[in-house]
């Protein structure tokens, strides 16, 4: 059933998902970190650090999410689709860092850097995906251990 609690972790996992393109990762008094790179708040243009590769394994993620909320008839398979979205943002988080890194110029030459909701927002999402994971362990036991009473 598309009603049970795992399905609305899941939707809210995809909501921060999308949240992710209207904040900042980081900010400071002369850039922004983006899903979509580097903007200089001075002059409003786009700086040379890509940050692409960081959010295509977070879209999956989120995109797989967005899978298992229908996949709810075999749980069997909607955990371990939900597994691999574990693997996607471990990857996501690896390349954020780097991602981090390489802007680490812009970050340097800043007065004051403060993190925005972007990037607590993939940790919450991951939080999510783990209590659905652990919802629908919940509802497989419960299903198994009514068929041993029958």
Request: with cysteine.
């Amino acid at each position: 059933m598309i009603q049970r609690i795992q399905s609305l972790y899941l939707f809210l996992s995809v909501l921060l998902f999308s949240a992710t393109y209207y904040f900042p990762f980081v900010s400071s008094n002369l850039f922004e970190i983006r899903s979509y790179g580097v903007k200089a708040l001075n002059d409003q243009t786009n700086l040379e650090v890509s940050t692409y590769y960081f959010i295509i394994p977070l879209a999956l993620a989120a995109t797989i999410s967005l899978v298992a909320i229908f996949l709810y008839k075999n749980r069997l398979r909607q955990m371990a689709v939900l597994r691999t979205t574990f693997i996607l943002y471990a990857i996501s988080f690896a390349l954020l860092a780097l991602c981090i890194k390489d802007s680490q110029q812009f970050l340097t030459s800043a007065d004051e850097i403060s993190l925005g909701f972007s990037f607590f927002a993939p940790f919450v999402s991951l939080l999510l995906n783990l209590l659905a994971l652990r919802a629908i362990r919940k509802d497989e036991k419960l299903v198994k251990s009514v068929d041993r009473i029958r």
